[in-house]
């Protein structure tokens, strides 16, 4: 079992910056690759970003590549996510997953074990 707890969301104004972090707690978390999914209001959720369990290998959304950065630390057992020039499109709520021994090249949801509980991002024009 993986406990996720993810922070750092907020309102922010076009332009702006946040950095999201996701703690993990339970099993090994070098053991899992981790991804970040966002669900926008009225729509359906979404592949954002994801990063292999040692770092080395990230993949992101088209759309978003540039603007978002994943990344991990295996010693904190947290994964982040920095997400600059943001926009008003970007509202949604972020949720981080954990996908044991998955391939971060996978952004089927329904591949990853455990999530978050999600985190609101706000962004006002």
């Known amino acids: 079992q993986v406990q996720l707890v993810e922070s750092g969301g907020g309102l922010v104004q076009a332009g702006g910056s946040l950095r999201l972090s996701c703690a993990a707690s339970?099993?090994?978390?070098?053991?899992?690759?981790m991804g970040w999914f966002r669900q926008p209001p009225e729509k359906e959720r979404e592949f954002v970003a994801a990063?292999?369990?040692?770092?080395?290998?990230?993949n992101y959304a088209d759309s978003l590549k540039g603007r978002f950065t994943i990344s991990r630390d295996n010693a904190k057992n947290t994964v982040y996510l920095q997400m600059n020039n943001l926009k008003p499109e970007d509202t949604a709520v972020y949720y981080c997953?954990?996908?044991?021994?998955?391939?971060?090249?996978?952004?089927?949801?329904?591949?990853?074990?455990?999530w978050g509980q999600g985190t609101q991002v706000t962004v006002s024009s």
């Open positions: 997953a954990a996908d044991h021994y998955g391939s971060p090249w996978n952004r089927d949801q329904k591949q990853y074990d455990y």
């Open positions: 339970g099993r090994i978390f070098s053991t899992y690759t």
């Open positions: 990063i292999s369990q040692t770092g080395a290998t990230t």
